[in-house]
């Protein structure tokens, strides 16, 4: 566990956590929010925190501030999905933007893809429901446990190409990933990633992979393989509904293994 990135254009206490920063719904502020995307990790205390770190896995989570989108949004209004952490928005929004400048492997789950699209600039949608709601669209959505209880088993494909992603899973489909999110990257134009991965929903592609081609490794996905992982290891009863366990793992061994260019 790395210790918070601080933000040198913020004002934080004693606890570390922002000062006049956030709004009513914890938020971090549109204001808050322009210093950090212009900034990103200059003068942060980012480069003392990764020394000798030599690969970054940014994990699931809660939503991102909306403040931080390229193209900033207002909240989705969701009352029981206000669950936001500014104070780590900003942190991940530092180490991440470092580890792309300096080419430090990074594996981007969940959130962390999420927050990988929010750094390149690449559009969100912050509620799934909402958003094919708003396009007309009855959906059978199935990327989250509506009782957020268990996580929901489905297909990913991954396009025949010379991808990271394809090189790792050395197939097109990928059966039963864990998911649990709500929210996903709409599009990627005028950004530097890639998409190499998507699944169907109700004649949508759902983006569920992200790379950039030109870094060492830099993979983002939306689904938990380490859920996967954990559910063979433990030999739990619907570990079989689940990605094999090689295939999660081998995300894991592939960051481990990769070397800079």
């Avoid at 981007?108 to 708003?134: K, T, Y």
């Avoid at 991954?158 to 929210?183: K, T």
């Amino acid at each position: 566990m790395l210790d918070q990135a601080l933000s040198a254009d913020l004002t934080y206490d004693h606890n570390n956590m922002l000062v006049d920063a956030k709004d009513e719904h914890g938020i971090l502020t549109s204001g808050a929010a322009k210093r950090v995307k212009i900034n990103t990790w200059n003068g942060s205390n980012v480069e003392k925190m990764m020394k000798n770190v030599d690969y970054v896995v940014f994990p699931g989570g809660s939503d991102i501030c909306p403040t931080l989108y390229y193209n900033e949004q207002q909240w989705h209004g969701i009352s029981e999905d206000a669950d936001y952490s500014a104070e780590r928005d900003v942190s991940d929004y530092i180490l991440l933007s470092y580890c792309l400048d300096r080419d430090i492997p990074i594996l981007c789950i969940c959130r962390g893809m999420q927050m990988l699209s929010v750094v390149s600039g690449a559009d969100m949608i912050q509620d799934l429901p909402q958003w094919f709601e708003e396009q007309g669209i009855k959906t059978s959505l199935l990327h989250r446990d509506p009782e957020k209880k268990s996580f929901i088993a489905h297909s990913v494909k991954i396009p025949p190409a010379e991808s990271l992603i394809y090189r790792i899973m050395h197939v097109d489909s990928i059966e039963g990933v864990p998911s649990w999110h709500h929210q996903a990257i709409k599009g990627v134009d005028n950004t530097r990633l890639v998409v190499t991965a998507y699944t169907e929903t109700d004649g949508k592609q759902i983006i569920e992979a992200v790379e950039r081609p030109d870094k060492t490794f830099c993979l983002g996905i939306q689904f938990h393989p380490e859920v996967a992982v954990r559910k063979w290891i433990d030999k739990e009863a619907d570990a079989e509904n689940y990605m094999k366990y090689d295939d999660a793992i081998a995300i894991f061994r592939n960051l481990l293994s990769s070397e800079k260019k």
